[in-house]
């Protein structure tokens, strides 16, 4: 079967977002989305930012990705720095519905110490499900890359 | 008296922002901080990242910001954008508390269609009280700004 970018989903993790990781790879697995893992591989201590440009290359080819660390504070930040990307950090199904159809977020962020697994996969499904709606919320995106370099 | 940039605190929002933004300049001033109000000015429909550089000018210089829309989620993306900005969305004071022990957070980020006042100034009281800790957590903080760029 040809897989699209859209069915594409990358997965990175810290040590703190590990097993929430693995249990997400899973979940997407049986769902039928294709799965990159960006890592870590285990639960030795990493530092995240580390694992987020092979996520943040999936997105920029027109894949989805999700970011998870302890808090998901510290992979916010980080995806967050580079043009393109559309990082929330949703502990809750209605700031992930909102992350969809107004900031059309491309990558998930969720917090490993924070969350656990069911209310993870609702957040997911969320996350997968929602469209972007568009119109005013297009032309503030747009200025988030504009006004957001070089200072 | 002599003012210390530490004391300056710089709050922007959107229309669905506004209310809460105005109630915390009335709390911070009232504590004794120094505000800088970088708008909006009242709740008609606006674009929420027009409001960011005014707030990450005073960043930048030493300050700290706080930034509101209406879950955040757009806020926390737009001034993450920006090298040396590290922008905390936080509707709860544990988040909170992590975004500065570990994250060096210094601008808070609210949503003002999801959190109350007097929720949102207790998570205030943690941003401005909680000491970053420092060791493994700043070498994380470097790698943000070293491997967030150019791609």
Known sequence: MMVSSGNLIAIGSDHAGFNL???????????????????????????YPDFVPCVV????????????????????????????VRAARCLDVFSCEMARKHNDANILVLGGRLM???????????FLNTEFEG???????????ELGSGF
Chains 1, 2 share one sequence.
């Not at 119109?135 to 890359?145: F, M, V, Y």
């Open 21 to 47: 990781k693995e249990a997400i790879a899973d979940y997407l697995e049986k769902k039928g989305y294709e799965v990159k893992d960006c890592g870590t591989f285990d639960t030795a201590s990493v530092d």
């Open 57 to 84: 290359k999936v997105v920029k080819e027109g894949g989805r990705g999700v970011l998870i660390c302890g808090t998901g504070i510290g992979m916010s930040i980080s995806a967050n720095r580079y043009r393109g």
């Open 116 to 126: 656990g697994e069911e209310l993870a996969f609702r957040v997911l499904d969320v």
């Open 135 to 145: 119109g005013r919320h297009k032309r503030r995106l747009d200025k988030i890359d």
